[in-house]
């Protein structure tokens, strides 16, 4: 856990002051290396489907401001194509995480 007098990182979260109000922010760690499940790999379509849904959903869950939001999900998005997933499934993802909403 790392922490100074603005901000705190804690598991996926970054919390940081604002003002006077406290914010939240998706956190990854410097060492990340964004290996998500690869399409190619052996393990049943239902998690490999699964997968996007419940990512875009963490970043949703795990920031406070609209706009951070938007450019996490997008960052998401990106690793998602990378790793050989349909812009199809990808949007069958965030239409279910929109419909939650």
């Known amino acids: 856990m790392a922490a100074n007098h603005e901000t705190i ?3 996926d979260v970054r919390v940081y002051t604002e003002g006077l109000k406290l914010a939240f922010t ?3 760690k410097p060492t990340d290396r ?3 499940l690869h399409t ?3 393990l049943s379509n239902t998690l490999k489907a699964s997968l996007p849904y419940s990512q ?3 970043v949703y869950r795990n920031n406070s401001k609209p706009s951070k939001t938007q450019e996490q999900m997008s960052m998401m998005w990106g690793i998602f194509i990378q790793h050989g997933y349909k812009k199809t499934t990808l949007n ?3 239409q279910k995480y929109q419909v939650r909403d």
Do not use: M, P, V
């Open 40 to 42: 190619s790999s052996f």
């Open 9 to 11: 990182d804690f598991l």
């Open 92 to 94: 069958a993802a965030l």
């Open 26 to 28: 998706l956190y990854t």
């Open 34 to 36: 964004n290996t998500l």
């Open 56 to 58: 875009f959903l963490r």
